[in-house]
């Protein structure tokens, strides 16, 4: 169990290392670093891809359409955003949205597993297939398409964790498709069954 006090330093210094971080070549194009955001304490921690162009902008997760989409779907469930931690695969914005690389990813993990570490959610919400992926493979899970294991609960125990992760569609995806948005409010409500 980490202190919050230990918690908070963590987090800190994670961020201060991902602002001046140049391991990958995104440092070049970014405008801002984007760490993450929300409470040291936080039950919930959801996991994005990567900063887009407004996240780029203001240094902060999920500030644009999807993040609009991310608070209202918080709300469906009685969360608010600043008691969850937002975070990302990758920190730094890849060049036009393009899909992260696995170079990339590889170098900005170490990043987020800190922060898994400080934060020691009780919940992992992955938002879209390459947090998804990523996660459940650390966790030893095999990965499946979206359409089969959205919305699902997965259980991590172990000696460091005592923890559940539920992969759910990108937010993003919901944008221009009410269908979509309909899937995610019915998948978050997984997150309130194990909280
Ligand atoms: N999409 C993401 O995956 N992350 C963000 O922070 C914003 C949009
Ligand atoms: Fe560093 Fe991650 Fe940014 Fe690459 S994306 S420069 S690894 S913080």
Redesign the pocket.
């Known amino acids: 169990m980490v202190s919050l006090i230990e918690a908070k330093k963590e987090i800190k210094q994670i961020e201060q290392d ?1 602002a001046g ?4 070549s ?2 070049k194009t ?1 405008k801002n ?1 984007v760490a993450g955001e929300g409470s040291v304490t936080a039950k919930v921690m959801f996991i994005g891809e990567a900063p887009g162009y407004n996240e780029d902008v203001q240094g902060k997760p999920f500030v644009g359409k999807a993040g609009k989409i991310l608070e209202e779907l918080l709300k469906s469930v009685g969360l608010e955003r600043k008691e969850v931690y937002i975070a990302n695969i ?3 914005r890849p060049p036009g949205n393009r899909d992260p690389l696995l170079e ?1 990813i590889k ?2 993990t170490p ?1 987020l597993n800190k922060q898994i570490m400080s934060i020691q959610p009780s919940v992992i919400v992955t938002l879209g297939n390459f947090a998804s992926s990523y996660i459940l493979e650390k966790f030893g899970f095999q990965t499946e398409k979206m359409g089969k294991i959205h919305g699902k609960i997965f259980r991590i125990k172990n000696l460091l964790f005592d923890a559940w992760i539920i992969p759910l569609y990108h937010p993003a995806a919901a944008v221009y498709n009410p269908n979509m948005k309909k899937v995610l409010m019915e998948d978050f409500k997984s997150i309130t069954k194990v909280l």
């Open positions: 991902v971080c140049r391991i990958c995104l440092w970014r670093p990758l920190k730094c990339e170098a900005c990043y």
